[in-house]
């Protein structure tokens, strides 16, 4: 996939944080097939690393349960820095209660696994 | 001579006259007769008769009495009788009285002239007759009062013995008298010194008892002229029904005392205990009980109290300490700090060994000295322990064992800052039946607080198993609906080889890991039932670990692992194949999982005839506290916050390697990684421990 090294800035550009290898090689492939630049991070200091490299999605989405950086804390470090806070947050959990989950850590929208391709397509679109 | 005649005659007149005069004055009626004609009479004799005496002389003397009686008055005159005899004297009126008669015949002149007096019994008859009715009364009243009247004289021989309380007592009064009271009573102490005192002037009054009977004897000293001691005289009462009426009333008094004493007794315990378990009912939350247990017991059975419990992991813990004394509360507070020594002989510790209570009493300052190498009698020896007990005061306690379901839940003090000696059987019936009743509380907090961990792991459970599944089950469904999409609209003619293939593979790696959850929960779902079953045979653990090493391949890569497998030589034991494969592979994913980006080490082994199978990572460690939940179900190491998985795969490695006569264990230091051991007999399971096991033939 993508190396950090050379990450355009723009308006295609997703980042996909999740700790499962073969949900996020998904996801990244069938976003990368509609043409969009995809940013995958294991976990949410991998996600931090890409950011404070200058990386600049238009929408990151995020699955909250993960090791090393989970989710909520990711986005207290996001919020925390005023160049990253503004980038639009997507949820994404296969848990009851997602509406909530997303609510407590102010994420714009959010994504209940199994995703629908057609709903992840028009909610990336959004972000565009 | 005419003048002495005179002066002779003047005599003879004075001594007639002084001789009538003597005759008159007499009390007594005189009358003298001849041949039963009365010649004189006195006044007496008129007054008497009611005739004038010109009537009664020249009357014939039988006139003057009942005809029954002349016969016997003419047989004395008769005879010349002079003894004294009676008659009934009749009166001019014809009235009665009874008389006495004397009478004297005499010559006179040659005539036989008799004077006769009479006196009229009237009155000494009467008077005797009164008498008689006074000593009549009197020995009726002695013979039926309920007395003994007894007189001794001075040298102890008995003069009387009367009274109806002699036949109580057996005793013949009469056959007492003339005996001496030192022979009657020999060997009876008591009453020879009754006799001995009273014969030596004391008057008193004794009570003692005689044969069946109780007396109570008034002596009084009989005196002489002189006031010389002449003899004693007693009245005892017999006393022995009223004292049995006293004593019959004592003993009812005393019953109501005790009836009464029980009552309230009853009352305080029924009053107390419905209060405690009132409180105790009031909240199910363990905390909250454990601080009522000791409230309950305050001030009614204890100046102060302390809850010491026994957690389930088997440390003590001092969880209330409460004073009657509010001014104490704060030492109360200070005390909770102290934990009682295990090492202690007496005490808590000694309550908590044996399950059985102690009572410890007459304890004063000196005794809560720490004393060098001795104990004093309370579980510890530390000085600051001790003085903040002194400052609480006690100087004697009880401490009783809560148990329930014949485990030791803790043990329960109550103690007394006064009273030496104030736990007794009661207190302890009473501080046992409290302590019964935390117990219960008690343990219903203990199973409630399970049961609300039980339903809040199920419920994060079930969170987590959706999230598990869910996870699987979009890579499927994006993977699907991805190529599906491409078909129809004609793009996957475009679509990059690779693409498809991966999508393709995906799909069938989910497949297999939806599978395996659905597996794992079977396998937990059997585990529960007990229907664990295992296809026993000659199974190779090193041949094992390599193929599950080599299935954990693409997972090691992904996960940034480097995989190394040291099975040098053939293990062989008895085994199920398919659930030891469960077994490496479930600690193989843990290791990956865990020690993401470092490298895992599998090891197998033989000793003996146990093998041992050794899977290494470096990756976060389990901390000391959680390295005996982690083989519980639903259990992890780690926040969910942090890892997914159902928590199922340490338990189910534990269950398996159980049923197979093996064991796991862990170490691990967090941030160092963590090292399973497992270890497995090659005989396989104990016979009979498979009863379910179809096995081979």
């Given at each position: 996939?993508?190396?950090?090294?050379?990450?355009?800035?723009?308006?295609?550009?997703?980042?996909?944080?999740?700790?499962?290898?073969?949900?996020?090689?998904?996801?990244?492939?069938?976003?990368?097939?509609?043409?969009?630049?995809?940013?995958?991070?294991?976990?949410?200091?991998?996600?931090?690393?890409?950011?404070?490299?200058?990386?600049?999605?238009?929408?990151?989405?995020?699955?909250?349960?993960?090791?090393?950086?989970?989710?909520?804390e990711f986005r207290s470090e996001q919020v925390r820095?005023?160049?990253?806070?503004?980038?639009?947050?997507?949820?994404?959990?296969?848990?009851?209660?997602?509406?909530?989950?997303?609510?407590?850590?102010?994420?714009?929208?959010?994504?209940?696994?199994?995703?629908?391709?057609?709903?992840?397509?028009?909610?990336?679109?959004?972000?565009? | 001579?005419?003048?002495?005649?005179?002066?002779?005659?003047?005599?003879?007149?004075?001594?007639?006259?002084?001789?009538?005069?003597?005759?008159?004055?007499?009390?007594?009626?005189?009358?003298?007769?001849?041949?039963?004609?009365?010649?004189?009479?006195?006044?007496?004799?008129?007054?008497?008769?009611?005739?004038?005496?010109?009537?009664?002389?020249?009357?014939?003397?039988?006139?003057?009495?009942?005809?029954?009686?002349?016969?016997?008055?003419?047989?004395?005159?008769?005879?010349?009788?002079?003894?004294?005899?009676?008659?009934?004297?009749?009166?001019?009126?014809?009235?009665?009285?009874?008389?006495?008669?004397?009478?004297?015949?005499?010559?006179?002149?040659?005539?036989?002239?008799?004077?006769?007096?009479?006196?009229?019994?009237?009155?000494?008859?009467?008077?005797?007759?009164?008498?008689?009715?006074?000593?009549?009364?009197?020995?009726?009243?002695?013979?039926?009062?309920?007395?003994?009247?007894?007189?001794?004289?001075?040298?102890?021989?008995?003069?009387?013995?009367?009274?109806?309380?002699?036949?109580?007592?057996?005793?013949?009064?009469?056959?007492?008298?003339?005996?001496?009271?030192?022979?009657?009573?020999?060997?009876?102490?008591?009453?020879?010194?009754?006799?001995?005192?009273?014969?030596?002037?004391?008057?008193?009054?004794?009570?003692?008892?005689?044969?069946?009977?109780?007396?109570?004897?008034?002596?009084?000293?009989?005196?002489?002229?002189?006031?010389?001691?002449?003899?004693?005289?007693?009245?005892?009462?017999?006393?022995?029904?009223?004292?049995?009426?006293?004593?019959?009333?004592?003993?009812?008094?005393?019953?109501?005392?005790?009836?009464?004493?029980?009552?309230?007794?009853?009352?305080?315990?029924?009053?107390?205990?419905?209060?405690?378990?009132?409180?105790?009912?009031?909240?199910?939350?363990?905390?909250?009980?454990?601080?009522?247990?000791?409230?309950?017991?305050?001030?009614?059975?204890?100046?102060?109290?302390?809850?010491?419990?026994?957690?389930?992991?088997?440390?003590?813990?001092?969880?209330?300490?409460?004073?009657?004394?509010?001014?104490?509360?704060?030492?109360?507070?200070?005390?909770?700090?102290?934990?009682?020594?295990?090492?202690?002989?007496?005490?808590?510790?000694?309550?908590?060994?044996?399950?059985?209570?102690?009572?410890?009493?007459?304890?004063?300052?000196?005794?809560?000295?720490?004393?060098?190498?001795?104990?004093?009698?309370?579980?510890?020896?530390?000085?600051?322990?001790?003085?903040?007990?002194?400052?609480?005061?006690?100087?004697?306690?009880?401490?009783?064992?809560?148990?329930?379901?014949?485990?030791?839940?803790?043990?329960?003090?109550?103690?007394?800052?006064?009273?030496?000696?104030?736990?007794?059987?009661?207190?302890?019936?009473?501080?046992e039946e409290l302590a019964h009743r935390a117990a219960?509380?008690?343990?219903?907090?203990?199973?409630?607080?399970?049961?609300?961990?039980?339903?809040?792991?199920?419920?994060?459970?079930?969170?987590?198993?959706?999230?598990?599944?869910?996870?699987?089950?979009?890579?499927?469904?994006?993977?699907?609906?991805?190529?599906?999409?491409?078909?129809?609209?004609?793009?996957?003619?475009?679509?990059?080889?690779?693409?498809?293939?991966?999508?393709?593979?995906?799909?069938?790696?989910?497949?297999?890991?939806?599978?395996?959850?659905?597996?794992?929960?079977?396998?937990?779902?059997?585990?529960?039932?007990?229907?664990?079953?295992?296809?026993?045979?000659?199974?190779?653990?090193?041949?094992?670990?390599?193929?599950?090493?080599?299935?954990?391949?693409?997972?090691?890569?992904?996960?940034?692992?480097?995989?190394?497998?040291?099975?040098?030589?053939?293990?062989?034991?008895?085994?199920?194949?398919?659930?030891?494969?469960?077994?490496?592979?479930?600690?193989?994913?843990?290791?990956?999982?865990?020690?993401?980006?470092?490298?895992?080490?599998?090891?197998?082994?033989?000793?003996?005839?146990?093998?041992?199978?050794?899977v290494r990572d470096h990756g976060i460690g389990i901390?000391?506290?959680?390295?005996?939940?982690?083989?519980?179900?639903?259990?992890?190491?780690?926040?969910?916050?942090?890892?997914?998985?159902?928590?199922?795969?340490?338990?189910?490695?534990?269950?398996?390697?159980?049923?197979?006569?093996?064991?796991?264990?862990?170490?691990?230091?967090?941030?160092?990684?963590?090292?399973?051991?497992?270890?497995?007999?090659?005989?396989?399971?104990?016979?009979?421990?498979?009863?379910?096991?179809?096995?081979?033939?």
């Amino acid at each position: 996939l993508s190396t950090s090294e050379s990450l355009p800035a723009g308006n295609r550009c997703v980042f996909v944080v999740e700790d499962d290898a073969d949900a996020r090689e998904m996801l990244s492939q069938v976003l990368a097939l509609e043409g969009y630049f995809v940013v995958a991070a294991a976990n949410g200091r991998e996600a931090l690393e890409h950011l404070r490299r200058g990386a600049q999605p238009c929408v990151i989405l995020i699955d909250l349960m993960m090791p090393v950086m989970n989710g909520w804390e990711f986005r207290s470090e996001q919020v925390r820095d005023p160049d990253l806070a503004g980038i639009p947050l997507v949820v994404i959990s296969g848990d009851g209660g997602i509406d909530q989950k997303a609510a407590s850590v102010g994420a714009d929208g959010w994504l209940r696994k199994p995703i629908d391709l057609d709903t992840l397509l028009a909610t990336v679109e959004r972000y565009r | 001579v005419k003048n002495d005649v005179r002066e002779l005659e003047q005599r003879v007149q004075e001594a007639e006259q002084r001789l009538r005069k003597l005759f008159e004055a007499s009390l007594e009626g005189f009358g003298v007769h001849e041949g039963g004609l009365i010649l004189d009479v006195n006044d007496t004799m008129t007054t008497l008769f009611g005739y004038a005496r010109a009537e009664l002389i020249g009357r014939g003397v039988l006139e003057l009495c009942a005809p029954e009686d002349r016969d016997l008055i003419a047989a004395h005159i008769a005879a010349g009788d002079d003894r004294p005899y009676e008659v009934r004297a009749v009166r001019k009126d014809g009235s009665t009285f009874p008389g006495l008669v004397r009478g004297r015949s005499f010559d006179y002149g040659g005539r036989t002239l008799r004077v006769t007096a009479i006196q009229d019994l009237t009155e000494a008859r009467r008077a005797l007759a009164a008498m008689r009715a006074v000593e009549q009364r009197l020995q009726t009243v002695v013979a039926n009062a309920p007395i003994v009247l007894f007189a001794i004289d001075a040298a102890g021989e008995y003069l009387v013995c009367e009274g109806r309380a002699l036949a109580a007592l057996g005793i013949d009064g009469q056959s007492l008298v003339g005996r001496n009271a030192a022979d009657v009573w020999r060997g009876d102490e008591r009453i020879l010194a009754n006799v001995r005192r009273c014969l030596d002037g004391e008057e008193f009054t004794s009570s003692g008892p005689l044969r069946d009977a109780w007396l109570e004897t008034h002596f009084v000293s009989m005196r002489d002229g002189d006031g010389k001691v002449a003899g004693a005289i007693g009245v005892a009462v017999d006393m022995t029904e009223r004292r049995r009426a006293e004593e019959e009333r004592a003993q009812l008094l005393a019953q109501e005392q005790a009836a009464r004493a029980a009552a309230e007794q009853a009352q305080r315990r029924s009053s107390l205990l419905a209060a405690a378990s009132r409180e105790l009912a009031a909240t199910l939350e363990y905390e909250d009980t454990l601080r009522v247990v000791p409230r309950a017991a305050v001030p009614a059975m204890a100046d102060w109290c302390v809850f010491d419990v026994v957690e389930e992991d088997g440390t003590v813990r001092r969880v209330g300490v409460v004073h009657a004394d509010p001014a104490k509360a704060a030492l109360a507070a200070e005390l909770a700090r102290f934990v009682p020594d295990p090492a202690a002989p007496e005490g808590v510790p000694r309550v908590l060994r044996s399950g059985r209570p102690a009572t410890y009493g007459g304890l004063d300052d000196a005794a809560l000295q720490p004393d060098g190498d001795g104990w004093p009698p309370i579980g510890t020896r530390r000085p600051e322990h001790l003085s903040l007990v002194r400052a609480l005061g006690l100087r004697s306690y009880m401490c009783v064992p809560v148990v329930a379901r014949g485990r030791t839940l803790g043990a329960l003090t109550f103690v007394s800052a006064t009273d030496p000696a104030r736990y007794g059987a009661d207190e302890l019936a009473l501080g046992e039946e409290l302590a019964h009743r935390a117990a219960l509380a008690v343990d219903s907090a203990r199973l409630y607080r399970a049961a609300q961990e039980a339903i809040r792991a199920r419920d994060e459970f079930l969170s987590i198993a959706s999230h598990e599944l869910r996870t699987p089950v979009g890579s499927l469904q994006l993977a699907v609906q991805s190529l599906l999409r491409g078909v129809r609209t004609g793009s996957i003619a475009h679509t990059p080889r690779g693409f498809i293939t991966n999508a393709l593979e995906t799909m069938e790696r989910q497949s297999k890991r939806l599978v395996q959850l659905v597996e794992s929960l079977l396998d937990v779902s059997r585990i529960s039932a007990e229907r664990l079953e295992l296809d026993l045979a000659d199974v190779d653990l090193a041949a094992v670990a390599r193929e599950v090493a080599d299935q954990h391949a693409g997972e090691a890569v992904r996960a940034g692992c480097t995989l190394e497998v040291h099975a040098p030589a053939a293990a062989v034991g008895r085994w199920d194949r398919a659930r030891l494969e469960q077994v490496v592979s479930n600690l193989l994913s843990n290791a990956l999982k865990y020690g993401a980006g470092k490298p895992v080490r599998v090891s197998v082994d033989l000793a003996g005839a146990t093998a041992r199978l050794e899977v290494r990572d470096h990756g976060i460690g389990i901390p000391a506290p959680r390295q005996a939940r982690i083989f519980e179900r639903f259990e992890r190491a780690v926040s969910s916050a942090h890892y997914g998985g159902l928590g199922l795969g340490l338990y189910i490695v534990r269950r398996v390697l159980n049923a197979l006569g093996g064991s796991v264990r862990v170490a691990s230091e967090p941030g160092a990684g963590a090292t399973f051991v497992v270890e497995l007999p090659c005989a396989g399971p104990p016979a009979g421990a498979v009863a379910s096991s179809p096995g081979p033939p």
